[in-house]
T-cell receptor, first 119, second 115 residues
Framework: AQKITQTQPGMFVQEKEAVTLDCTYD???????LFWYKQPSSGEMIFLIY??????QNATEGRYSLNFQKARKSANLVISASQLGDSAMYFC????????????????FGKGTKLSVIP | KAGVTQTPRYLIKTRGQQVTLSCSPI?????VSWYQQTPGQGLQFLFE???????NKGNFPGRFSGRQFSNSRSEMNVSTLELGDSALYLC??????????????FGPGTRLTVT
């Protein structure tokens, strides 16, 4: 079974509108972290937002927020007020184990969602 | 603060050759991870180093190896290159800490083409 599933290969959104990118995950480890990265055509992976499995509140970073539904094992990214510069690939990723800092930093990535912002 | 740097940015090699890629993490970061990104397989974890020790390794053949130096800089080596090794190789660094975020900051990548 895939550990990270992103069911939307591509999405379109009108400039200034909000958009939700879906991510579901699968783990039996109670301690894990979920990440979202943006990858423009240049190739660099840009860190957007992080949610720990024990975090009580949904993470927010500027225009990005993470809709974390632990029971459903979903961690959707919400981008508010889309901008043309938001057009890129978006990847959801998970790190399992070692909430206290021990253990590996291995990330498992989903296949990504290509977001296109329309003027 | 300077970000993660990777050299070279682009590389063209011939099948059977070997290649070494370099990664300099963000100052103060001690963990360096390597990933391979291809259109078919997506992003796959290669290995992770922390304080010069390989902490974890992905499911790649022994032709892929790496190391980390005392200044946290890391190199990865691919020997006997195959066409399928053509990919974007991404390096990420992390600041190990206690409870809290574990952001991994990625470099711009090295795009390797094997002909």
């Amino acid at each position: 079974a895939q550990k990270i599933t992103q069911t939307q290969p591509g999405m379109f959104v009108q400039e200034k509108e909000a958009v939700t990118l879906d991510c579901t995950y699968d783990t039996s480890d109670p301690s894990y972290g979920l990440f979202w990265y943006k990858q423009p055509s240049s190739g660099e992976m840009i860190f957007l937002i992080y949610q720990g499995s024990y975090d009580q509140q949904n993470a927010t970073e500027g225009r990005y927020s993470l809709n974390f539904q632990k029971a459903r094992k979903s961690a959707n990214l919400v981008i508010s007020a889309s901008q043309l510069g938001d057009s890129a690939m978006y990847f959801c990723a998970m790190r399992e184990g070692g909430y206290s800092g021990a253990g590996s930093y291995q990330l498992t990535f989903g296949k990504g969602t290509k977001l296109s912002v329309i003027p | 603060k300077a970000g993660v740097t990777q050299t070279p940015r682009y590389l063209i090699k011939t099948r059977g050759q070997q290649v070494t890629l370099s990664c300099s993490p963000i100052s103060g970061h001690r963990s360096v991870s390597w990933y391979q990104q291809t259109p078919g397989q997506g992003l796959q974890f290669l290995f992770e180093y922390f304080s010069e020790t390989q902490r974890n390794k992905g499911n790649f053949p022994g032709r892929f190896s790496g190391r980390q130096f005392s200044n946290s800089r890391s190199e990865m080596n691919v020997s006997t290159l195959e066409l399928g090794d053509s990919a974007l190789y991404l390096c990420a660094s992390s600041l190990e800490r206690g409870k809290g975020n574990y952001e991994q900051y990625f470099g711009p990548g090295t795009r390797l083409t094997v002909t």
